[in-house]
């Protein structure tokens, strides 16, 4: 019973990491119906601008939580950056292509933010800094970190914010319209390259929050970090229903307590081919993921 | 009898230049020879893997990742025919001589790839019947990494530790037969009923069904299609590279395939080819560049796609009537 | 109106869409040509390839042989080179993809006549190369395969680096007779050869001791959360847990492993050994023990100067400290250019008789004979973590075990 216990928070801890990143995946998806690939990577470039960074800041100021929210700050600030580019240069000349050339672009630089991370920031994993210091948290035998909490927490909070942002508030209106439909939301006058810029800054802040707290609670990173993560957080998000923010959150809980369990009690070598299984399983009862909306097709 | 000349033909032309390519490349005076052989030969595993996703992809548009997992299927299923049974099939041929029993190993394990991969093809094919667009996609990208991720748990075929001692059958002749068996049947799939029915599809499905196509029917067959011939580019990769390793069947290896038939041409089998043999060589090419050799190759094809979203050849064909594009 | 305007622009971007998709397609013709222009090998160097995956998954391990292979590189040309000529490395990534590692090897053999190759780091990368540099008859070192298939390939293929069922007796015997532990839990890597292969002798020789194996558990490289196996191992109340991953994965497993509360010592293998171990996996790898080539404590000089070496030249941008891939490569390196020397010749054909000749050669990693089958035979070391609180690490010498 105990270690069932401790595997359940094992997987929700895990869980709370694939909640965090998908947030990010299932917003741009939700707007540009894109595959951004290169999400995986954002968030391992958000954890890297977390390590240079707190080298320069930690320290300096009055407190640990300071230095972290500077850091983290700072660093979702530069992964913003980066997500606008990427869409200023990657992704907007071919809006209006077919969604293949758009998937194939994400893969491109996906693959291109990897391979040059491996000659700037070296192949070999780095220790990332403890910018909240551990505290163990024991409850019977149990055992549960801080750092866990926070992440489990501040998906949480992320995906109330951000459910609350786009529902209510008048640029969130204006994410749903392109959404919707982008050229009725040009008629209408909503400067959509601006949402859209809007969109892929705010998935990329998400996936640096998520990568530095990730790495603050698994401290070793490396420049292909974000891979599998990635690919997990994504099968979370479609899991959940691709662009429903609750679903992302849900898939991503889902998945990590399928994983744990699967390895507690079952053969750790399958791990990794039952979160596709599990996905494989929902979407054919429910083709469009747990709170994904059906889409009617019409003639 | 017309159709036994061209074929006999085609047999011919590539046992003629099987030889004359060991002849000039292997054994001749072209120091870099087996080199170039060697990229001949991805060149033509990587042509066949593209032209029969382009046949799910392109031109059925059922969206697949997970091309990589029937290459697999293919690749490990024929290496353990030839490595278990090829002892008992050469006792049981051994009136023929080497060469002879060599071409029924292969062809047993060739049968048994593409069989296998049907198989795999038909299972990922079912789910495909309820998904579509992304949510297929990420279906099949699934269904390639549980692949691999089996494979890495069976003994019998090396698990983690890859599969040793697989004989070295398959050769330019035998890839380039299938290169030009794929290629012909996919371009006679696409100018039957079935392929105007596949096209259908990809333009309209509810349309489609409307006009009286078996969309059910047609999408599965599409995968099967395509899974049998990945199947037997694996039992030829096999073959040729006499070792297996779940590290050339990741995930990575379909988003090549994917990007093979985009750069190409999306539903157009020329461009498929053109891109499989451009992203054989383009790595290669940038060798010079050593480790700044991936980043270039990124780049360059992140730029391919801005300034040529609809690939290299587009929808066009080379050769014949051209195929009409998308009304609009 | 509308419509008419838009058309005008869409050919107009077209236009220069198809412009810039020429002027890729040229840039990269060029990049073809230009590779081929490659200068050929100027008659006072000798040429050996080495091929590694510089990119890639297993990056940081293709990486680390590189360094030590320029260093050992620098080191013998600065000292007169071989045989009156400079040695030069051309050096190929195959992206750890096994069939990338067929086409480099064949590269390198044929379009660049290397006379010898250095490579791989992972077996299945070495199986792949090594029947092309056998059918070429092209000797083949690899620095660090341990999957005793690698050299049954042929006569021409050879390691410098334990085989696994030795280091898998080694650390085996080390749990069974000098811990006096009696259950012991694997965690290994399912995806990785190397540990794979290491993790089943370990098992082999453990049972053979009289030991149990209360569970085997799995992980895949690159995974970062290992709670879920670790917790189940807990529960089995194992005395030591066999980790014989790479140092990537270790240092994470031995923080989570602590932090669920395990205090049992966990042992390894060599893919351990690098100051990122200690780094990553800070004060909660004290009392960990695992097998390798060497200790730094080891006043050898020739070991001394490598690590002060390395220090010098890699220190300011990575590691301080070289991992085990580092000291077997520059030990690859160092063998092969001593089998050109006693061989007083750079053919293939004589430095493959003279690598089979060769016997207790002093390298970094120890005395290094080859045996019949092209093994090397040399002895390992125990060595135990001490880690402070800062992840200031070093190893402490245990026992050595001679095969």
């Given at each position: 019973m105990e270690s069932f216990l401790q595997q359940l928070i094992n997987g929700i801890s895990l869980g709370s990491i694939y909640a965090l990143v998908a947030l990010g995946y299932t917003m741009v998806y939700g707007v540009l119906r894109l595959i951004n690939f290169a999400h995986g990577d954002i968030y391992m470039l958000g954890a890297y601008f977390g390590y240079y960074l707190s080298r320069l800041i930690q320290g300096r100021t009055p407190s640990h939580l300071l230095d972290a929210a500077v850091v983290m700050f700072l660093s979702m600030l530069g992964c913003a950056l980066v997500g606008i580019v990427m869409e200023r240069l990657a992704y907007r000349p071919v809006r209006r292509a077919s969604r293949l050339t758009l998937l194939i672009i994400a893969i491109g630089v996906s693959l291109l933010i990897e391979y040059s991370s491996q000659v700037i920031f070296g192949a070999d994993p780095k220790f990332f800094p403890q910018l909240i210091p551990e505290t163990q948290i024991h409850m019977g035998g149990l055992i549960l970190t801080n750092q866990q909490i926070i992440v489990l927490f501040t998906a949480l909070a992320l995906m109330v914010l951000l459910n609350l942002f786009i529902y209510r508030t008048r640029t969130g209106k204006a994410m749903r319209a392109v959404s919707f439909n982008l050229d009725a939301a040009k008629l209408m006058g909503i400067n959509t390259d601006q949402i859209i810029a809007l969109t892929f800054a705010l998935g990329s802040a998400l996936a640096a929050a998520g990568g530095i707290l990730v790495s603050i609670n698994i401290p070793g990173i490396d420049p292909l970090m974000g891979v599998m993560t990635g690919l997990k957080a994504f099968v979370a998000a479609v899991l959940g229903g691709i662009g429903n923010i609750f679903g992302a959150v849900l898939g991503g809980l889902i998945l990590g307590l399928a994983e744990v369990m699967v390895s507690g009690y079952g053969s750790s070598t399958y791990r990794d081919a039952i979160a596709f299984l599990i996905l494989i399983a929902i979407l054919l009862f429910k083709p469009s993921g747990i709170l994904g909306k059906g889409q009617v097709e019409k003639v | 009898m017309k159709r036994l000349l061209w074929i006999t033909g085609a047999l011919a032309a590539l046992a003629l230049l099987q030889w004359g390519c060991s002849a000039i490349l292997l054994d001749g005076p072209i120091r870099q020879g087996p080199y170039y052989y060697q990229i001949m030969i991805l060149a033509g595993i990587n042509i066949v893997l593209a032209v029969s996703l382009n046949l799910t992809n392109g031109i059925t548009g059922q969206f697949s990742i997970g091309h990589a997992g029937f290459f697999a299927v293919g690749a490990y299923v024929a290496a353990s025919v030839s490595y278990y049974g090829g002892p008992g099939i050469r006792a049981a041929t051994a009136f023929l001589p080497a060469v002879g029993q060599d071409t029924v190993v292969l062809l047993l394990a060739l049968a048994a790839a593409g069989l296998a991969a049907a198989l795999a093809g038909l299972l990922v094919g079912i789910p495909s019947l309820r998904l579509r667009g992304d949510y297929l996609a990420i279906v099949t990208l699934g269904f390639g990494e549980i692949i691999r991720v089996v494979i890495l748990n069976v003994d019998a075929v090396g698990g983690a530790r890859g599969f040793v001692g697989i004989p070295k059958l398959s050769n330019f002749f035998w890839v380039y037969l299938l290169v030009t068996a794929c290629v012909v049947t996919?371009?006679?799939?696409?100018?039957?009923?079935?392929?105007?029915?596949?096209?259908?599809?990809?333009?309209?499905?509810?349309?489609?069904?409307?006009?009286?196509?078996?969309?059910?029917?047609?999408?599965?067959?599409?995968?099967?299609?395509?899974?049998?011939?990945?199947?037997?580019?694996?039992?030829?990769?096999?073959?040729?590279?006499?070792?297996?390793?779940?590290?050339?069947?990741t995930f990575v290896k379909s988003f090549e395939i994917i990007i093979m038939v985009a750069i190409g041409g999306l539903g157009s089998i020329e461009g498929a080819v053109l891109?499989?043999?451009?992203?054989?060589?383009?790595?290669?090419?940038?060798?010079?560049?050593?480790?700044?050799?991936?980043i270039i190759y990124s780049l360059a094809l992140i730029l391919i796609m801005i300034f040529r979203p609809q690939g290299m050849l587009g929808q066009a064909s080379l050769f014949g009537k051209k195929s009409k594009g998308k009304r609009k | 109106m509308l419509f008419s305007n838009t058309m005008k622009n869409r050919s107009r971007i077209h236009a220069l869409r198809n412009a810039a998709f020429v002027a890729a397609a040229a840039a990269l013709a060029v990049g073809f040509s230009g590779c081929n222009k490659k200068d050929a090998a100027a008659s006072d160097e000798i040429l050996i390839g080495h091929y590694g995956s510089l990119t890639g998954a297993t990056a940081t391990f293709g990486q680390s042989a590189q360094k030590g292979i320029e260093m050992a590189v620098d080191a013998i040309n600065v000292s007169g080179g071989v045989l009156g000529k400079k040695l030069k490395v051309i050096v190929e990534d195959d992206q750890g993809k096994p069939e990338e590692a067929q086409t480099v090897v064949t590269k390198l053999i044929n379009k660049d006549r290397v006379v010898a190759l250095l490579g791989e780091i992972a077996s299945s990368n070495s199986l792949a190369a090594a029947p092309v540099a056998q059918s070429s008859r092209i000797p083949m070192i690899s620095p660090g395969s341990t999957n005793p298939k690698v050299t049954s390939v042929g006569d021409y293929i050879f390691r410098v680096c334990f085989i696994d069922p030795f280091q898998g007796q080694v650390m085996a015997k080390f749990a069974a007779n000098t811990l006096k532990v009696k259950k012991v839990a694997i965690l290994r890597d399912i995806k990785s050869d190397y540990s794979v292969g290491l993790a089943n002798f370990f098992v082999e020789g453990f049972k053979g001791l009289g030991g149990e194996i209360?569970?085997?558990?799995?992980?895949?490289?690159?995974?970062?959360?290992?709670?879920?196996?670790?917790?189940?191992?807990?529960?089995?109340?194992?005395?030591?847990?066999?980790?014989?991953?790479?140092?990537?994965?270790?240092?994470?497993?031995?923080?989570?492993?602590?932090?669920?509360?395990?205090?049992?010592?966990?042992?390894?293998?060599?893919?351990?050994?690098?100051?990122?171990?200690?780094?990553?996996?800070?004060?909660?790898?004290?009392?960990?023990?695992?097998?390798?080539?060497?200790?730094?404590?080891?006043?050898?000089?020739?070991?001394?100067?490598?690590?002060?070496?390395?220090?010098?030249?890699?220190?300011?941008?990575?590691?301080?400290?070289?991992?085990?891939?580092?000291?077997?490569?520059?030990?690859?390196?160092?063998?092969?250019?001593?089998?050109?020397?006693?061989?007083?010749?750079?053919?293939?054909?004589?430095?493959?008789?003279?690598?089979?000749?060769?016997?207790?050669?002093?390298?970094?990693?120890?005395?290094?004979?080859?045996?019949?089958?092209?093994?090397?035979?040399?002895?390992?070391?125990?060595?135990?973590?001490?880690?402070?609180?800062?992840?200031?690490?070093?190893n402490k010498f245990k026992e050595s075990v001679s095969p």
């Open positions: - | 996919v371009w006679n799939v696409v100018r039957s009923s079935y392929g105007r029915a596949f096209i259908a599809i990809r333009e309209n499905e509810i349309a489609a069904q409307a006009m009286g196509i078996d969309v059910t029917r047609h999408k599965v067959m599409a995968f099967v299609i395509g899974a049998v011939f990945a199947g037997m580019a694996g039992c030829l990769f096999g073959h040729y590279t006499m070792y297996l390793h779940t590290n050339s069947f891109g499989a043999i451009f992203l054989t060589v383009l790595p290669e090419a940038f060798r010079g560049f050593e480790g700044y050799r991936m | 209360l569970s085997d558990e799995s992980y895949s490289q690159g995974d970062k959360d290992f709670t879920a196996q670790l917790t189940a191992l807990k529960g089995k109340n194992p005395e030591a847990i066999f980790v014989p991953g790479y140092y990537t994965e270790v240092g994470l497993i031995a923080r989570q492993a602590r932090k669920l509360g395990i205090t049992v010592p966990l042992l390894g293998g060599d893919g351990w050994d690098s100051s990122k171990l200690w780094e990553i996996g800070g004060a909660a790898l004290n009392g960990c023990f695992y097998s390798n080539h060497y200790s730094v404590d080891d006043p050898s000089p020739i070991l001394q100067k490598f690590v002060a070496d390395y220090k010098a030249r890699y220190g300011k941008t990575s590691d301080s400290i070289p991992d085990a891939m580092a000291a077997l490569g520059y030990d690859a390196t160092l063998v092969l250019a001593d089998a050109m020397k006693r061989a007083q010749s750079s053919k293939p054909d004589s430095i493959r008789m003279a690598l089979a000749q060769t016997k207790g050669f002093m390298g970094v990693t120890g005395n290094t004979t080859l045996d019949e089958n092209r093994n090397a035979v040399k002895p390992a070391v125990v060595l135990e973590v001490i880690v402070d609180e800062k992840g200031n690490g070093r």
